[in-house]
């Protein structure tokens, strides 16, 4: 029978012999990959570049954001980074990138690279950025509930956050979507992590989540290595090849 008092016995007896064996081995040959989702997605939304990392030798985690608040999000991410064995190349799409933006300022964290995502300035929060252009249509068909979490109907999905994708997987898509607490959009951001390392970015030119060209003035702000794919706002699922080579480049500058 089952022993609760041995079994936690055994965990921290391995969780002390992992420990042990990774100083022993030291830091890793090549940098971890952490992806950080955005909202109206969870992990799964990388499931077609995953694979194209770890055929590299890649180590790559997924965090799986609570998109309850800025905070919470950042702090998924920061156990995500240090549970990595050594380097880390941080990627964030959508509003990931702003949770980048403050979860990277670690020892650990080698380079970051925005997927069609945010990129705020210290004292900037994601609600602040591109006032002075359209609504991107996607934003303007927002749903938003009783307890004050915003998704998107499965139609928006469709014609304006995946145009680029199978109708199929656009349906999967929307229904496996993570709603985000609107007031996350009010959170500032204490700390830049790309103004002290380096970044790349990848502009959706067809992108009607986040305008264009707004993703081109982040990318010009953080001094991002720059790469335009003509996409939705999620590249990851259409383009996943030049998403992969984009994230492989950075891991290959950052050992």
């Excluded at 995500?80 to 979860?103: C, F, M, R, Y």
């Excluded at 900037?124 to 998704?151: N, W």
């Excluded at 709603?179 to 951001?189: L, N, R, S």
């Excluded at 970044?199 to 990318?219: C, G, H, T």
Aim: aromatic residues 6%; proline residues 7%; neutral net charge.
């Amino acid at each position: 029978m089952f022993n609760l008092k041995t079994g936690l016995t055994l965990i921290a007896a391995a969780a002390a012999f992992s420990g042990a064996s990774a100083m022993a081995a030291g830091p890793a040959e090549q940098p971890s990959v952490v992806i950080v989702h955005g909202a109206f997605a969870d992990g799964s939304d990388w499931a077609k570049v995953i694979p194209l990392l770890q055929a590299k030798g890649i180590k790559v985690t997924a965090v799986q954001n609570p998109l309850t608040s800025l905070a919470d999000d950042v702090a998924a991410a920061k156990r995500a980074i240090d549970n990595q064995p050594g380097k880390v190349v941080l990627v964030g799409h959508s509003w990931g990138g702003t949770v980048i933006t403050e979860a990277g300022d670690n020892d650990k964290v080698a380079g970051l690279v925005y997927v069609a995502a945010f990129a705020p300035d210290v004292g900037q929060a994601t609600g602040d950025l591109g006032k002075d252009l359209p609504v991107p249509p996607g934003i303007a068909k927002l749903a938003v509930d009783k307890a004050g979490f915003a998704s998107l109907p499965a139609a928006a999905v469709a014609a304006d956050f995946a145009q680029d994708v199978p109708a199929k997987q656009a349906a999967v898509m929307a229904a496996t979507q993570g709603p985000i607490a609107v007031k996350a959009f009010g959170e500032k951001v204490s700390t830049a992590a790309w103004k002290n390392r380096p970044s790349w970015y990848i502009v959706s030119k067809n992108d009607r989540m986040i305008q264009p060209d707004l993703e081109r003035a982040f990318a010009k702000q953080i001094g991002a290595k720059t790469t335009e794919l003509p996409t939705s706002h999620v590249p990851q699922q259409s383009r996943p090849a030049d998403v992969a080579k984009v994230i492989l480049d950075a891991v290959a500058a950052s050992k």
